[in-house]
């Protein structure tokens, strides 16, 4: 079993935070973790992104071979597009619909969502709606992360024991808007 | 022992801790960052009375690290690529004078320039000082060769180099953790003569040096870091690094059955090398970074056998990667798809509210009374003021060279000359450049963009904040142009002023705009808060 994760996003998006969940659950799964990510000066604004592998045998390269993607996680529509090449033939994008523009050439938006229908398997997320449903627009994240929860190759029972780990200290009033947010996302596929 | 994910900059630190260090001395710089910051945060480290504080620039940081060892306690200093060329002074004389206590010299190299001015390989440098360098391929081999460096640091009295790139520094693996070891006791060097480098003593152990070359070779011979994985076939492969990593992800999705070499540790192991070599007819030579040990192995006269990076069977730049490494091995690439032309590219940009913005835009608006319209810059967040929508400054080669070249410049009779810095960069290097300044009362304009941290690497401590204008005025700038106004829309016109006056000086000015990065200031916030 192998899962090639591609999360994307804008830097200060915190794309992170869903990898390092997916870690986690990961190694309390026992599997092999590999996850590369993206410090410094592109974090200011620019487009990020983070390879992350689980397997249950040994993980050579931190970077996924182009089209070993199973799963295309994306915080914000247009990012999904940037990593097609590292799509599967049969890989699943899961994009969020708000669009982050901090450019001024930024695309239309059909159009994006047009390219995105394109690859076949896919999934829209109004993350944000569903977020403030589950409390907090901070839970962003974890709305996508329940949305993507059928592609991770992990099960939802072990993603929210992960949840419940991650947010732990920062107080039980956390890891229910979280793990509430989780579930809208899944129930909203 | 217990088993954690760890981003292999937290794999270097976690083993520096249980190997027993009692400091790490560092300037921040990505890739390197993180392996100081996992130190400071470290429970372990700070109840060990580890010390952990950001040192002014890597030289100052080498020096401290090789005197810890000299005091017979082991230390552990980092930072990038680049770093190492402001060290390279103390870094090469070190292996001249040795170490006592165990010392391991961690540099971090950006291939592809993620975020760095030059691709440079800290391996030559190994070379070149005649040291033993070490380069894993996972976060657990980083792990465990940062003890086994420290123990062979201490065997051969050498400082170890350790060489990691981005890619590994930056990303995560499960690593397990060893039993901790004790630090040395104090112990100061009792060998009097061999950290004098006078001509008499240099000769010598220059000479000891070149002698301990067969035993460095020979100890990679042994070492857990290289081995050979068995194929079969005239077709080969001697993988370097993590390159390791690549070569064996194609091997297994492709099952190829290929021998490889793999080599983590130098100077080369020249019975293993040879005994490779010599049963195959091609040899493919995957590196990361310069084509520096495929020159090598390949000859002056370029043996045929070798392919690599030099006859483009690999990309000559650029960090390697599954699909490059993959084409190399001979694997037909599947067709993949595109990314669709709409999508727009997304550079890095200044954040909203950011005190440089305001700075330059000060800066554009006094420029266009000027015909000559120059800035010479630095290395930093402000660097992004060369993109849109401020196209403000001109330069940006090395730490502190905004206030020299600015200096050349207006030595050379251009006016204004301005040079731009941030905080951080003129403590780590602009200081001396700005004392040449004013020993030749050149007329330059420095512009310290203070925002008390070093933003770019993610707000660190700065060593000059609070005491800028102190320094300045401690160098002989006069004090009625050393200049201080805070960067703000509203005191835009007011600052604009300020600028044209000193501008038009034809002496030493010194403006600090003063204003904290928001981005730390939030994170403050936030801890007060909690608290
Ligand atoms: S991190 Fe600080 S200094 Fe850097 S761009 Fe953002 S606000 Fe400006």
Redesign the interface.
């Given at each position: 079993m192998q899962t090639n994760i591609i999360i994307a996003g804008?830097?200060g998006q915190g794309i992170l935070t869903i990898a390092s969940i997916i870690?986690?659950a990961a190694?309390q799964q026992g599997l092999?973790?590999?996850?590369?990510?993206?410090?410094?000066?592109?974090?200011?604004?620019?487009?990020v992104e983070s390879h992350l592998r689980i397997s249950d045998s040994?993980?050579?390269?931190?970077?996924?071979?182009?089209?070993k993607a199973n799963l295309i996680l994306a915080i914000e529509p247009?990012?999904s597009?940037?990593y097609?090449?590292?799509?599967a033939s049969d890989g699943m994008v899961v994009t969020a619909t708000e669009p982050f523009k901090?450019?001024n050439?930024?695309?239309?938006e059909q159009?994006?969502k047009d390219?995105i229908a394109k690859?076949g398997k896919h999934i829209f997320v109004d993350a944000e709606n569903l977020a403030r449903e589950a409390g907090n627009l901070k839970a962003f994240n974890t709305v996508m992360l329940g949305a993507a929860a059928n592609y991770i190759g992990i099960s939802k029972d072990a993603l929210e024991k992960a949840i419940e780990s991650y947010f732990s200290a920062k107080g039980e009033a956390v890891v229910q808007l979280n793990i509430k947010a989780f579930r809208l996302g899944a129930a909203a596929i | 022992m217990d088993t954690q994910l760890l981003l292999g900059a937290e794999a270097i630190a976690l083993a520096a801790i249980d190997a027993g260090i009692s400091g790490v001395y560092a300037y921040p710089g990505t890739p390197s960052t993180e392996i100081t910051e996992y130190i400071q945060q470290s429970p372990i480290a700070r109840q060990k009375g580890v010390h952990s504080t950001w040192a002014t620039n890597e030289k100052t940081a080498y020096e401290a690290a090789l005197g810890m060892s000299y005091a017979g306690k082991r230390s552990l200093v980092c930072m990038k690529h680049v770093g190492l060329n402001v060290a390279a002074d103390a870094f090469l004389n070190s292996a001249i004078t040795g170490v006592n206590g165990g010392m391991v010299v961690v540099v971090a190299d950006d291939p592809s320039m993620h975020s760095s001015q030059n691709e440079q390989d800290t391996r030559v440098y190994g070379k070149f000082a005649f040291l033993p360098v070490i380069e894993p391929s996972n976060q657990q081999e980083t792990y465990d060769a940062i003890r086994y460096a420290f123990d062979l640091s201490e065997q051969q009295n050498l400082p170890v180099l350790f060489r990691v790139t981005t890619r590994l520094s930056h990303s995560r693996a499960v690593v397990k953790q060893q039993p901790p070891r004790e630090e040395n006791i104090l112990n100061p060097s009792k060998e009097k003569r061999k950290w004098i480098l006078l001509p008499a003593n240099a000769r010598n152990n220059y000479q000891q040096l070149l002698e301990k070359q067969t035993t460095l070779a020979s100890l990679s011979e042994q070492s857990f870091l290289n081995k050979t994985i068995a194929g079969n076939g005239t077709k080969a492969i001697i993988a370097f690094g993590i390159a390791y990593n690549y070569v064996m992800e194609v091997k297994q999705a492709e099952n190829l059955d290929i021998p490889v070499l793999k080599i983590s540790q130098y100077p080369l192991p020249d019975k293993l090398i040879k005994e490779f070599t010599d049963k195959y007819d091609d040899i493919l030579i995957a590196e990361e970074g310069y084509p520096a040990y495929e020159e090598y192995l390949k000859g002056y006269f370029g043996n045929k056998k070798f392919r690599g990076r030099l006859d483009g069977a690999l990309p000559r730049t650029g960090e390697l990667s599954p699909d490059v490494v993959a084409k190399a091995m001979g694997v037909e690439s599947d067709t993949f798809r595109t990314i669709p032309s709409i999508v727009a590219g997304r550079p890095p940009m200044l954040c909203q509210g950011c005190s440089h913005r305001d700075v330059f835009d000060a800066l554009n608006a006094i420029f266009a009374e000027y015909p000559e319209q120059h800035v010479f810059s630095d290395i930093g967040c402000y660097t992004l003021g060369a993109l849109p929508p401020f196209n403000a400054i001109n330069t940006c080669v090395d730490m502190g060279a905004s206030v020299t070249m600015a200096k050349g410049a207006a030595d050379a009779g251009l006016h204004p000359a301005v040079a731009v810095i941030g905080d951080s960069t003129f403590t780590h290097s602009g200081i001396t450049g700005l004392l040449d300044a004013v020993n030749d009362k050149s007329a330059i304009t420095l512009i310290i963009s203070d925002n008390s941290t070093t933003a770019m690497t993610g707000g660190q401590d700065s060593a000059g904040t609070g005491k800028l204008a102190e320094i300045c005025k401690g160098i002989g700038v006069e004090e009625s142009h050393i200049r201080t106004f805070v960067p703000l829309k509203k005191n835009h016109d007011e600052n604009v002023i300020i600028l044209k006056e000193e501008l038009e000086y034809k002496g030493v000015s010194v403006i600090i705009a003063q204003r904290e990065c928001v981005q730390t200031a939030s994170r403050k916030k936030r801890q007060e808060n909690k608290k």
């Open positions: 804008v830097g870690d986690l190694m092999q973790v590999k996850q590369a990510e993206v410090h410094g000066m592109s974090q200011r604004g620019g487009a040994v993980i050579y390269s931190d970077l996924i071979p182009k089209g247009m990012e597009l940037r097609l090449p590292f799509l901090n450019i050439n930024y695309p239309e159009a994006i390219e690859t | -």
